[in-house]
Every structure is written in structure tokens, then in C-alpha cells.
């Protein structure tokens, strides 16, 4: 996303996202609020602000970090606006163009990060490996690099915006029983065989691009980015959408991670836009699940741990200690078994059994049953993780979650899509 001047206002930007945000979770275990001043106030999505995490960093660092799972909108709106209620937030490079411009996080000299050497160029040069596409979209790599006063430059340089951590490569997640076949395209999202069995994400930014896939996949319109749509490319998306709307095509609109759950444990779906965990939260329920690897290509996202401008002295040692606690492997290693990947692929794997690092990261049939990070059987002995290795999978990002220029126009749109 390139914004322009102008475009749009950080408090329109706010107001619009609230409309449609998602509040993310993780089966069943959301970090607690931060209550003590003491120590560090972590804030993020639940995926990332976990109690065992939380628990695991305050035995290990000596100090004490608390952690709060907030909605994707009042998410964001704290960390633009109260970046004086936390010391760490677990955010997203998708929200830089507007999280940079703010200066509310301060520059990350990389040289206080013990493993920097060994972060992967997924976040550094925008690939995974030397054949991998860069993808649409806000990439990661475009709003990795500041310099000493916060400001993106190209890089590199010592100074980052926030470490890069937790990330994955979303898609849809399907029922195979309810499907009658593997779904290995985003345009089965819009095929009218699943009409009245389909869900889709009700975050706008998020939502038009799994719907532009869809339309892409179709042959029906080549979008010039997808991650930075057009007015008439998103009338064109819309005016596309609405009549399937009206027709009864889409059964759901899901706002949090726990209803898209409840919608295929429920049978009222058999597809739907879908998040990694939540497909372990499924087969935790005993309803098959499988996460598709679209030929298209997947959409990306990617998480990591920025520093609030107002934390200072102690507070900041502690911050740098708690990055460098999570880059060593343990937290990795948990959120592995929910399906994300981590910048050093290496010390996620010194806390992998070799059955779970063959299974989520390499790609291998599972050596045994695998647990979720909370101990539930959810990947069964000789499953195989579609999409296939953490490389395989990262080789083919089709377009990265983003803020587009025309994010008013966009979401007024999508509401009228959805009251349609």
C-alpha cells in the first residue's frame, strides 16, 4: 500500500475499520489483562497474547509481562492512541502506513537483537528463498527498515520498525465431507454448488481481497494490485457480490475467530475464509477440517513485537530481553502447533519434537498424532500439511494483508454489500 496524502485521516481510518473488524482468539485461551505497572504490558491479537506465553516469559526473564487479546479494532485503536498503556505491541506490518507516520513505536536497533543474523529474508528482502514471488500488497519487507528517528528508508539499516515473530499464509477452510472434493481454488469461495454453505472474513480490507482471489480465479477481472485496489476495481468486486448476496450464496459474514468455529462445527458451512488456528480448533471438535493451499496462491500476513516510544531505562531493557526470550524459540515452538511459522525457523525447531517439526515446518507426514499448544490431538498420525513445507508454502504469496488508498471508499462499499 502506497497511501497518499490526504486519502485518508487516522481517525476515519479507525472509524471505518471498527465497522468490520475481526476479534481474534485461540481455542479457548485469551492472555488476561495487564493489571500491575511493574514489568511489561504486552497488547495484540489472541493469537500471539497468550497465557501460557505470558506465564512462561514472567518465569523465565525475572520480570513480570502481562498480556491483554484485544479485537483487531480497539486493537489498533490502543496502539495508535494510548501507547502509553503498554510497553510491547505484538502488531502487524499491514498497519504501518499508519502506526510509521505516528512515531507512537520506537526505532529496534538490531544490534540488540542477539539472533538478528538469523531472521529469514522473508521480512528483509520481501523472500523467503531466492524463487519465491513477493506478492501484492503491503510485503513485509517494505516497512521493515527505519532509521534512527523512525522514518522508512529502503534498508537495510540497524534500525527496524518492529521484529518480525509469528506469521503465516492464510486461505479457506473447508469440511471435505460437506465439499465432496478437495478445494484447491479461491473461486470456489463464489461457486454457486456451495451456495447458502459459505462464509467470508467481515473485515473489509481483509474480506475484498479473498473475494478479489476469488474473482480472479474465475477469469472474470485481472486486478492491477489486490492489495491496493481501484475504485472501479472495487465496483467491480462489489457489484459482482451483491446480487450472490441477494441470492442467499453467502450464510455468514464472521467477525471473530470463535464464530467461524461454531459455523463448521455447526455444519452451517462447508467453506469459509479462515484463519490457521481456527482450523486446529475445528479438528480439536472432532469435525474434519483441512486448510486449502489454493493453486492461486495464498494471502499472507506477518505479526511481530514493536516497542512503544514512551518506554525508557529498565522497562527498556526488559523490552529488548522479552523480544530476544521470544525470537529464542519457545513461543515458536507453541504457536507451531497452531499452524504459525516463526522468523528463525531454526530455534522454533530446538523446542519441536522432530515428529512436530517434520509435520508443521517441513512438510512430512505426521510421525505420530500431534497436539494443539493445549494438549488435544488434532493432526492424526500420516496426515500431511497441505501446501507442504514452511518454503514450499512461502514460495507462493499472491498478495499480502494490507491498508489500501481507497480504504473509505472501500469500506463504504463493503457496507453496502453486507446490508445488501
Not at 507512537?104 to 540488540?112: A, F, G, H, L, M
Not at 492489495?227 to 455468514?252: C, S, V
Not at 500431534?370 to 490431538?377: E, M, N, R
Request: hydrophobic share 40%; with cysteine; glycine share 10%.
Amino acid at each position: 500500500m502506497r497511501v497518499q496524502q490526504g486519502k485518508w485521516s487516522r481517525r476515519s481510518f479507525l472509524k471505518t475499520t471498527a465497522a468490520g473488524v475481526a476479534a481474534a482468539g485461540v481455542v479457548g485461551n485469551f492472555a488476561r489483562i495487564a493489571e500491575a505497572a511493574d514489568g511489561l504490558r504486552s497488547i495484540g491479537l489472541g493469537v500471539s497474547e497468550i497465557n501460557e506465553i505470558q506465564d512462561k516469559a514472567t518465569k523465565e526473564l525475572g520480570f513480570s509481562v502481562s498480556g491483554q487479546a484485544m479485537g483487531y479494532g480497539d486493537m489498533f485503536s490502543k496502539m495508535l492512541n494510548q501507547n502509553d498503556q503498554y510497553e510491547i505491541a505484538e502488531g502487524y506490518y499491514n498497519d504501518m502506513d499508519v502506526m510509521l507516520p505516528a512515531k507512537v513505536w520506537q526505532p529496534i536497533d538490531t544490534k540488540k537483537i542477539k539472533d538478528w543474523d538469523k531472521v529469514t529474508n522473508l521480512t528483509k528482502t520481501g523472500r523467503l528463498t531466492p524463487e519465491s514471488s513477493i506478492g501484492q500488497g503491503d510485503a513485509p519487507y517494505l516497512f521493515l527498515w527505519v532509521d534512527e528517528q523512525g522514518n522508512k528508508v529502503k534498508g537495510p539499516s540497524q534500525y527496524i520498525s518492529m521484529c518480525p515473530a509469528f506469521h503465516n499464509a492464510d486461505s479457506i477452510g473447508y469440511n471435505p465431507k460437506a465439499t465432496g472434493r478437495t478445494i484447491e481454488s479461491w473461486g470456489e469461495l463464489l461457486n454457486k454448488d456451495f451456495k447458502g454453505k459459505v462464509a467470508l472474513l467481515n473485515v473489509p480490507q481483509i474480506g475484498v481481497m479473498d473475494a478479489a482471489m476469488a474473482i480472479e480465479a474465475l477469469g472474470l477481472k485481472k486486478f492491477g494490485d489486490k492489495g491496493n485496489m481501484t475504485k472501479p476495481e472495487i465496483d467491480f468486486l462489489i457489484d459482482y457480490l451483491i446480487p450472490l448476496k441477494k441470492a442467499g450464496h453467502f450464510r455468514a459474514f464472521w467477525e471473530n475467530f470463535g464464530q467461524s468455529v461454531n459455523l463448521m462445527v455447526n455444519g452451517e458451512v462447508a467453506l469459509e475464509s479462515m484463519w490457521s488456528p481456527a482450523v486446529a480448533a475445528i479438528q480439536a471438535e472432532g469435525v474434519p477440517c483441512v486448510y486449502a493451499f489454493p493453486k492461486e496462491g495464498m494471502r499472507g500476513w506477518h505479526g511481530g513485537l514493536a516497542i512503544s516510544a514512551k518506554v525508557k531505562g529498565k522497562q527498556l531493557d526488559q523490552a529488548y530481553e522479552y523480544i530476544n526470550w521470544w525470537l529464542a524459540g519457545w513461543p515458536a515452538a507453541f504457536v507451531a502447533r497452531q499452524g504459525y511459522y516463526h522468523s528463525i525457523p531454526e530455534n522454533a525447531k530446538k523446542f519441536l519434537a522432530a515428529e512436530e517439526w517434520d509435520y508443521w515446518y517441513d512438510g512430512k507426514p505426521a510421525g505420530k498424532d500431534l497436539a494443539d499448544p493445549f494438549g488435544t490431538i488434532i493432526i492424526k498420525k500420516g496426515d500431511v500439511r497441505t501446501g507442504g513445507s514452511y518454503w514450499s508454502r512461502y514460495s507462493k504469496i499472491a498478495v499480502w494483508n494490507s491498508l489500501m488508498d481507497e480504504n473509505d471508499y472501500l469500506v463504504k462499499r463493503w457496507t453496502e454489500f453486507l446490508t445488501a
